[in-house]
């Protein structure tokens, strides 16, 4: 490459070409902006550690309650906005480094003691996950609430189950929409333990090799409300991208749920069955016929399940067959997280007052319902009067003309066992929902109340 000395950047890591420079932190100096509360509050307990460190003085309790006031104003100056990441930072660390010794001079030149930027970005984007995972998991107990609600309070509203889109047996509208909610805690399961893995420091394992210093690293799991550090240093910056592949996985299996959800509606809201009507203020309307109400927001949600597969595909890719140790690969495996986890919630709330205020017309629904609908239970009515199900299900299929019209309401009534349109575990549900807000309210308590104890604010208000 020409060596052109106009072009040459001073970093903080040395000079770099700038168009070298520009390429490799590629989108980092906006992406960063993101993270940059997360490397404030690791870097915060970093300093509170280095401070403690037995027999070793690289920074005073002083210095240390120094560079957490620092902290604190850049925190505050990035939600206002005006946190800036220059080209030569190159990244959200270096940007931090270069204001806390700006602003205290030697003391911000020993903050990066002991620490890589390597473990920095990865206790940045757990820190930052965590917090997105909660309002997540939140969000989704929310949705599966309001499906719950929907299918409760529509319970004995009869509506053909179908398989292969055909009409199959009578159903309900309860057991429609306490099948997504269903789908939904489950996912809850899957977030959960993608939390759990996430859950974990990799602080202080540096460039995955150790130090030779006596950092205490349980402490700043601690300090951070980590349930504990990563145990081998190695694995520590081998977790970057692997955490995110599992977090992309399970929002991948969100997205599933809403995208099926979603496309069940577009089906049945259209005029020729019109079971269900969407909330008018979620239709965005043609620019040319003047009796659209199109569902754009359905639509988008079953594209955006696609996306997020992708992403999660993309990051999976990116990890897979990687050298032990630190390979700036990883870099490249931030968008996709960021956007995976923004574009998942995105969905989830554009949902809950959707489900809330969708309208479902009883009519349209029972005037979907033909004898034919009735084949099997009549089937079955034959065998509870004794005759072998095989013969019963020849009987009824030779005379398909012959069968009649039966109460929809009665027929889902019938089917009382665990599960069944008229066997759902209502109470069950709700148990799980609340499962999922009690473990968010803890999981906050913990989170919050360690990182409010380590800047001496109140977080995450900052006041
Ligand atoms: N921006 C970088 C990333 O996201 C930070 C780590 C850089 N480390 C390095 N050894 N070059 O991966």
Redesign the pocket.
């Known amino acids: 490459m020409e060596s052109d000395s106009m072009a040459i950047r001073k970093t903080i890591v040395g000079h770099v070409d700038a168009a070298v420079l520009a390429f490799?932190?590629g989108k980092?100096v906006q992406l960063?902006l993101a993270l940059a509360e997360a490397d404030c509050i690791g870097t915060a307990a970093h300093v509170t550690m280095l401070s403690r460190m037995p027999g070793v003085n690289i920074l005073t309790e002083r210095d240390r309650n120094a560079v957490v006031r620092e902290l604190i104003t850049i925190m505050r100056a990035a939600r206002r906005g005006t946190f800036r990441i220059r080209p030569e930072d190159?990244?959200?660390?270096l940007a931090v480094e270069r204001l806390l010794t700006q602003k205290l001079g030697h003391v911000g030149k020993r903050v990066h003691t002991a620490r890589?930027?390597?473990d920095?970005?990865a206790t940045d984007l757990r820190l930052y996950a965590k917090e997105r995972l909660l309002t997540l998991q939140d969000r989704m107990a929310d949705l599966a609430g309001a499906l719950l609600r929907l299918a409760r309070r529509h319970v004995n509203v009869p509506m053909v189950g179908r398989t292969h889109l055909q009409p199959a047996m009578p159903s309900s509208v309860g057991l429609w929409a306490s099948a997504h909610a269903e789908s939904l805690l489950d996912d809850a399961i899957l977030l959960r333990a993608a939390y759990d893995v996430n859950n974990r420091c990799p602080l202080g394992s540096a460039?995955s090799y150790g130090v030779s210093l006596p950092i205490d690293r349980a402490l700043t799991a601690r300090l951070l409300g980590f349930h504990g550090p990563h145990q081998n240093v190695l694995y520590a910056g081998n977790g970057?991208g692997k955490c995110e592949s599992a977090i992309l996985a399970s929002l991948a299996q969100v997205m599933v749920t809403l995208s099926r959800f979603a496309e069940d509606l577009i089906l049945f809201a259209m005029p020729e069955f019109g079971y269900f009507t969407m909330p008018a203020a979620f239709g965005t309307g043609s620019s040319i016929m003047p009796q659209k109400n199109n569902p754009d927001v359905l639509e988008l949600i079953r594209a955006r399940a696609k996306i997020v597969s992708a992403h999660s595909a993309a990051v999976t890719a990116i990890v897979q067959g990687l050298p032990s140790g630190?390979s700036?690969d990883?870099?490249e495996?931030?968008e996709p997280f960021l956007e995976g986890l923004r574009v998942t919630a995105a969905c989830v709330d554009v949902l809950v007052p959707f489900v809330e205020q969708l309208r479902v017309n009883r009519q349209k629904l029972l005037a979907g319902f033909t004898p034919a609908v009735f084949a099997t239970d009549r089937a079955l009515e034959l065998v509870a009067g004794g005759m072998p199900f095989r013969d019963a299900y020849d009987q009824v299929k030779a005379n398909l003309g012959e069968l009649s019209m039966v109460n929809p309401k009665l027929a889902i009534r019938a089917k009382t066992h665990l599960g069944a349109p008229g066997g759902l575990d209502f109470r069950g549900f709700a148990a799980r929902v609340h499962q999922e807000h009690r473990h968010v309210a803890a999981e906050r308590r913990r989170f919050h109340g360690a990182v409010t104890r380590l800047l001496g604010v109140d977080y995450p208000a900052l006041g």
């Open positions: 490799t932190a980092d960063d190159q990244d959200v660390h890589s930027r390597n920095q970005v460039a970057r630190y700036r990883l870099q495996t931030k």
